[in-house]
C-alpha cells in the first residue's frame, strides 16, 4: 500500500479526532532512519532504562509492525541503538518510537525503517529484562494500546484506533 501523508489522513478522518479514535501525538518526537514515512499495527512496551525487552521483541519478525517503547521519557541512557535498528530493519520492522533516547544515530540513520525518539544518549542502558509487553502506554499526550495504527511522516505521528484508508 501506498505511505499515507499524516495532513491528508486527518483531513479525511476529521470525524475519528473528537471521539478520539484517531489522536495526534504531540510534536515532541526527532525524527531519524531512513523511512521518513512509516506505517503499521502497534506492539507496545513499557520500561525503564532497561532494553533487554526491546531486543527480544525486535528479535521477532516484524510483519510490517511499529514499535512503541514508553522509556519513561528518560534521559539517561539510549534503548536502541545501532545493532537494535539493524535487527528491526532485518526483521521486518516498520519503525520504532521511543519515549525516550536512542544512541548511534549515524548507524540507525542507516537503517531502512523510521525511527522517532525524544533525543540521542551515548550511554547504553540496564541489561535486567524489566518491563511489560502488550500493555497501554501515554506517550506525547496520548494514550496507545496494543494492536492500534501509527502513521508517521514528516509532519507528524497518528494513532488510529482502526486501520485508516484515503
Ligand atoms: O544494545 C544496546 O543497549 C543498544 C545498542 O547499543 C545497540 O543496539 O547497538
Known amino acids: 500500500m501506498a505511505a499515507l501523508a499524516t495532513a491528508e ?82 526483521m521486518g520492522w516498520a519503525g520504532i518510537i521511543v519515549n525516550g533516547c536512542i544512541r548511534d544515530v549515524d548507524e540507525i540513520n542507516a537503517c531502512d525503517i523510521g525511527v522517532r525518539a525524544l533525543a540521542s544518549h551515548p550511554l547504553k542502558s540496564n541489561k535486567k529484562g524489566f518491563g511489560e509487553k502488550h500493555v497501554p502506554v501515554h506517550i506525547g499526550g496520548t494514550l496507545i494500546h496494543d494492536g492500534e495504527w501509527l502513521y508517521a511522516d514528516s509532519d507528524g505521528i497518528l494513532v488510529s484506533k482502526m486501520e485508516l484508508s484515503v
Open 9 to 90: 489522513l486527518c483531513d479525511t478522518n476529521a470525524s475519528l479526532l473528537p471521539t478520539g479514535e484517531l489522536r495526534v501525538l504531540q510534536p515532541i518526537f526527532k525524527i531519524y532512519g531512513q523511512s521518513r514515512t512509516f506505517f503499521g499495527p502497534i506492539v507496545t512496551l513499557k520500561l525503564f532504562e532497561d532494553n533487554v525487552l526491546v531486543r527480544e521483541l525486535l528479535e521477532t519478525p516484524g510483519d510490517g509492525r511499529v514499535l512503541v517503547i514508553d522509556g519513561g521519557g528518560s534521559m539517561r541512557c539510549a534503548l536502541v541503538g545501532g545493532n537494535l535498528g539493524q535487527l528491526a530493519q532485518n
